[in-house]
Structure formats: C-alpha cells, structure tokens
Nanobody, 125 residues
Framework: QVQLVESGGGLVQPGGSLTLSCAAS????????MGWFRQAPGKVREFVAT????????NYADSVKGRFTISRDNAKKTVYLIMNTLKLEDTAVYYC??????????????????WGQGTQVTVSS
C-alpha cells in the first residue's frame, strides 16, 4: 500500500514563505514521479507542480511559476514544495500525489494516482 503524508502547512502573511513536505512509503520511491495539487474553498482541485522520476524534469502551473519550487530527496523518500512570495490566492489545501505508473515524468488526471490527506496553507494579513 502506497502512503503519502503531507506536513508543513500553516498560517503565513502575504509575501512570506512555507515549505511543504510529503513523506512516501510502500514502494520504491525513486521510480515514480511526484507532484502537488491544491484545492481552494469553492474551487476545483488544480495542478501546482510535478517532478519526474529522474528528478530532472519539473513542471509548474503558471500561477506559481517563479515562486514555487518542487524538489525530491530519494534517500529520505520525500518530495518538497518550497513556496515563496505567497499570495492570498495561494490559500488552499495542498495534496501530495504520485502515479501508479512507474518511470513517468508526469502525472495525468485520467490515470490511477495515490493521494495524501492534504495540508492546509492559509495566506492572510
């Protein structure tokens, strides 16, 4: 059973920073892509960032590009989302995700994925 556990969420003022962590277990971590999605109140869940199984290919939503960085530490079986210059619109529950398919560089909605329980990020003045 694949398990994903997010941590690091909290309350931060606009312009501040937070780093989210997602610890994975249940399979060979280094063989799979990892990613982050988020869901704000009253909105659909949206893509934030992904990192491929090799670690060299990353993708970001336009809304976070230049402000967020996704990274992975295979030895620790953990993926991170480093969030800088946070805005009010970044407020959401952030979910860690990984696909069932091995050796992928991307995560697709139409395929089977594993999800964490989410961690709340609130940006407020």
């Amino acid at each position: 059973q694949v398990q994903l556990v997010e941590s690091g969420g909290g309350l931060v003022q606009p312009g501040g920073s937070l780093t989210l962590s997602c610890a994975a277990s249940g399979r060979t971590f280094s063989d799979y892509a990892m990613g982050w999605f988020r869901q704000a109140p009253g909105k659909v869940r949206e893509f934030v960032a992904t990192i491929g199984w090799t670690g060299g290919i990353t993708n970001y939503a336009d809304s976070v590009k230049g402000r967020f960085t996704i990274s992975r530490d295979n030895a620790k079986k953990t993926v991170y989302l480093i969030m800088n210059t946070l805005k009010l619109e970044d407020t959401a529950v952030y979910y860690c995700v990984t696909p069932s398919k091995r050796y992928s560089q991307y995560i697709n909605w139409g395929e089977s994925n594993y999800w964490g329980q989410g961690t709340q990020v609130t940006v407020s003045s």
